[in-house]
């Protein structure tokens, strides 16, 4: 069974950094295409980035584009989002998410496993 642990969130200012990971055990991470989710409250869960088995193709919510940059690295089993610049309407649950598909993970990506996320709190 696939296990997705996020960490690296919470209590930051407006306009500060954070850096979430994500690591993958019980598979080999490059099996999967992987991505980050988010949801505030009383919001839908929304897609924010995702990244091919490799990491040649890259994807992003136009919310964060030129903000949040996704990246892996395979060999330590790990998924990461750094976020900069960010402001209070980032405030959210985030949650690593993985699909054994060939493309890249996006917002309609029938998603084969989730983590159980983790808190991301931005301040005005």
């Known amino acids: 069974q696939v296990q997705l642990v996020e960490s690296g969130g919470g209590l930051v200012q407006t306009g500060g950094s954070l850096r979430l990971s994500c690591a993958v055990s019980g598979r080999s991470a490059s099996t999967y295409a992987m991505g980050w989710f988010r949801q505030a409250p009383g919001k839908e869960r929304e897609f924010v980035a995702g990244i091919m088995r490799s990491d040649i193709i890259t994807n992003y919510a136009d919310s964060v584009k030129g903000r949040f940059t996704i990246s892996r690295d395979n060999a330590k089993n790990t998924l990461y989002l750094q976020m900069t610049t960010l402001k209070p309407v980032d405030t959210a649950v985030y949650y690593c998410?993985?699909?054994?598909?060939?493309?890249?993970?996006?917002?309609?990506?029938?998603?084969?496993?989730w983590g159980q996320g983790t808190q991301v709190t931005v301040s005005s």
């Open positions: 998410a993985a699909a054994e598909i060939i493309s890249t993970v996006g917002p309609r990506t029938r998603i084969d496993y």
